[in-house]
Nanobody
Framework: QLQASGGGLVQPGGSLRLSCVASGRTLSIYNMGMGWFRQAPGKEREFVAAIRSSSSTTYYADSVRGRFTMSRDNAENTVYLRMNSLKPEDTAVYFC????????????????????WGQGTQVTVSS
């Protein structure tokens, strides 16, 4: 019910925009906190960015702050992750997730608390 897209191969310093669309009659992002996580080969899934449902306040991992921007379009039932100045260490499969209600920052940063997940989209940063 969450479908992520927009990944691909990009050179260092390049940009990508990931999208995550919620589909289905019962899944609406309007009252959901949304997050992006990533998992590189041989590593655990890690928090990247999240956005609150009520205020659209955003949170970022230190490794991406200032380069990535998360936004939401409730009318389109979609969240986005704009990624600029990409580095080889950003290479991973990126997943979007959703939590119902108005989760606080600590909850949004905890992948175990998410109720819905997309299938992931591969981002490869390489020259």
């Amino acid at each position: 019910q969450l479908q992520a897209s927009g990944g691909g191969l990009v050179q260092p310093g390049g940009s990508l925009r990931l999208s995550c669309v919620a589909s289905g009659r019962t899944l609406s992002i309007y009252n959901m906190g949304m997050g992006w996580f990533r998992q590189a080969p041989g590593k655990e899934r890690e928090f990247v960015a999240a956005i609150r449902s009520s205020s659209s306040t955003t949170y970022y991992a230190d490794s991406v702050r200032g380069r990535f921007t998360m936004s939401r379009d409730n009318a389109e039932n979609t969240v986005y992750l704009r990624m600029n100045s990409l580095k080889p260490e950003d290479t991973a499969v990126y997943f979007c997730g959703a939590i119902r209600g108005q989760p606080i920052m600590s909850t949004l940063k905890n992948g175990a608390r998410y109720e819905f997940w997309g299938q992931g989209t591969q981002v490869t940063v390489s020259s």
